[in-house]
């Protein structure tokens, strides 16, 4: 569903498209065995279709031994059989395609999988040879080469490299991997690999989808002396991309040039403009902005307002940034509140608890609204507009996350976000998979989810699904909401507010008490009850200000 009362060019839809994030393997089961998988995913677009989204991202399906839920692929050009295969694959584009919905696809250049057949074929060779030239294997330190290389960390905790067995059976060679041991990094210094990803592009552009979301974008490239971190301890912070050696690097925008051209190439022949949107982790917005030159990747994550704290001036800072630096390149800001690999948002917005009602759920309903009202993209994860909590209670004995096997922790795992979607029902599986009655979805449904089952939330008005699809119903009829810029109001402590297009005012209140409305009147819309002339604690609203007078907040 593109919008058309902005005046934007179709060819340009990408600049503020509302997409839904399926994570595969958790959206819906149609084969009974437990796991979702493409049939599901095709099942489940006419509700995407409802709620009013302009195109959806697939988590990785790629043949793979799933070491890391589908980021270690094994063949870049394949349908692993426990999702389907490439026939049904097609089905799912076409069908996407009647439906005006947009597909893009999760793309992993940075690393592979340890089964993937270049790593065995380098496993199987000699150092020095040209099979491992495609990696990144280096001789280790110490007398006997026992040592790592040097002295960075992998990103899901312990040394980044894990070392081999030779084919004489001696311990050899040690090879990189910024992840688990069984995602070696690719060696992006080696020409051949460049070529590979050139043609797996065109394998899929090739079978019409509409762009790739591109995991580790800041990657690929490391310093290609490999040199020892000057602070291996904070470079151990799981998941924070702080390892200025391995992240970052100059030479990466070259293969953003690249795969810029070469989707553009796609683009003049038919004109479907195809997306390429990054998963760019880098310090600051300017770094970021970088990524989204002209001729780079069309939009970037940004993540500054997901780790935002909940607090007004924290969030007026993220999005002035933003503005400034992102929206200054010619490109849009790419808004995101929670995805595959964080805390549910209404569990990271409110106090620890099991199950996500009051202060975390009205915060995350506030948050909804206020990025659907912000100038540029936005990507929402699934089981966000249903309002689902963590699921922070998992037995250990059902975690998969590779995290939890490297370090033994439970911190910062991602299973809990990962549990299949409950869709109707009052007990497991909550209508996710139509197996037999032992069949069970791949990590286990709390009893609790039956509150926040799809067919309960269409039937409510009151629900988080109303509420996000009322959100894009009004983003997709009001002029210039979803591009342009804002204005800042001025508004009282612990409230954010500012102004839009031809009128439309957004205010947050981050604090708990009530304080006047920025506009006189009923809100168009609202994220929790909202009296006129007055905006409650922790909520958000929408009113169009008729122009008469400047709105302003006492």
């Given at each position: ?11 340009h ?31 489940g ?23 890391d ?20 694959f ?65 990103m ?13 059976g ?24 460049g ?6 592009l065109?394998?899929w ?30 470079d ?15 030479e990466?925008?070259?293969?953003w040039?690249r ?22 982790s880098?310090p ?18 940004f ?19 933003a ?22 948002t ?24 206020l ?18 909590p ?13 995290i ?14 990962r ?35 799809t ?6 008005t ?12 009004l ?14 109001l ?18 947050v209140?981050?604090?708990t ?9 009923t ?32």
């Open positions: 569903m593109h919008r058309q009362g902005n005046g934007l060019n179709r060819h839809w990408w600049r503020d498209a509302v997409i839904y994030q399926v994570y595969v393997r958790s959206f819906l089961d149609s084969t009974g065995d437990g796991v979702g998988d493409l049939a599901g995913v095709r099942a677009l006419p509700y995407l279709k409802k709620l009013g989204v302009d195109g959806i991202w697939l988590s990785p399906f790629y043949p793979s031994p799933q070491h839920h589908g980021y270690d692929v094994a063949d870049y050009c394949g349908v692993d059989p426990l999702f389907g295969d490439l026939t049904e097609d089905q799912l584009v076409a069908a996407a395609r009647r439906l005006g919905v947009k597909v893009l696809l999760d793309i992993v250049p940075n690393h592979c999988s340890s089964e993937h057949p270049w790593f065995e074929e380098a496993l199987n060779a000699e150092p020095g040879s040209a099979a491992r030239a495609r990696f990144h294997f280096a001789d280790g330190r110490g007398p006997d080469g026992s040592e790592p290389p040097n002295n960075w960390h992998s899901f905790g312990g040394p980044a490299w894990s070392r081999v067995t030779e084919a004489d001696r311990p050899g060679q040690w090879y990189l991997h910024m992840f688990a041991p069984e995602q070696p990094d690719w060696n992006w210094r080696n020409p051949e690999i070529a590979e990803f050139d043609r797996i065109r394998f552009l090739d079978r019409g989808i509409d762009g790739f979301r591109i995991d580790v974008a800041a990657g690929l490239f490391k310093h290609p002396e490999l040199p020892d971190s000057d602070d291996p301890e904070a151990a912070r799981t998941r924070d991309s702080v390892n200025p050696l391995a992240w970052n690097q100059p990466v925008h070259e293969v040039r795969w810029r051209s070469l989707c553009e190439e796609y683009t003049a022949g038919d004109g479907r403009e195809r997306l390429l949107v990054g998963e760019v880098v600051t917005a300017r770094e970021h902005a970088r990524y989204v030159r002209p001729d780079e990747l069309h939009q970037a994550f993540f500054d307002l997901l780790s935002a704290p909940w607090e007004a001036d924290a969030f007026r800072k993220v999005i002035s940034e503005m400034q630096d992102i929206a200054g390149t010619g490109s849009t800001v790419t808004w995101v509140l929670n995805n595959h690999d964080q805390v549910r209404v569990t990271r917005y409110g106090e620890p608890a099991t199950e996500g009602s009051g202060l975390g759920a009205a915060r995350a309903r506030a948050a909804a609204l990025m659907l009202a912000l100038p540029g993209g936005a990507y929402i994860y699934q089981g966000e507009e249903l309002g689902l963590e699921v922070v209670d998992l037995p250990d004995d059902v975690l998969t996350d590779p939890f096997r490297r370090t033994g922790s439970r911190a910062r795992i991602r299973d809990g976000c549990v299949p979607l409950p869709w109707s029902g009052q007990a497991s599986p909550f209508g996710f998979t139509s197996g037999a009655d032992s069949a069970k979805p791949w990590l286990p449904q709390p009893e609790y989810f039956a509150e926040y089952a067919d309960r939330a269409l039937a409510d009151r629900s988080f699904w109303h509420l996000y699809r009322d959100g894009l119903q983003r997709d009829a009001l002029p210039q909401l979803g591009e342009g810029t804002l204005r800042w001025d508004s009282p402590p612990g409230v954010l507010a500012f102004v839009r297009g031809d009128g439309l005012v957004c205010a209140n981050f604090g008490a009530p304080t006047p409305a920025p506009v006189s009147g809100p168009l819309l609202s994220s929790g009850p909202c009296p006129a002339g007055v905006l409650p604690g922790s909520t958000a609203a929408w009113w169009m200000s008729d122009g008469t007078a400047e709105p302003a907040l006492a």
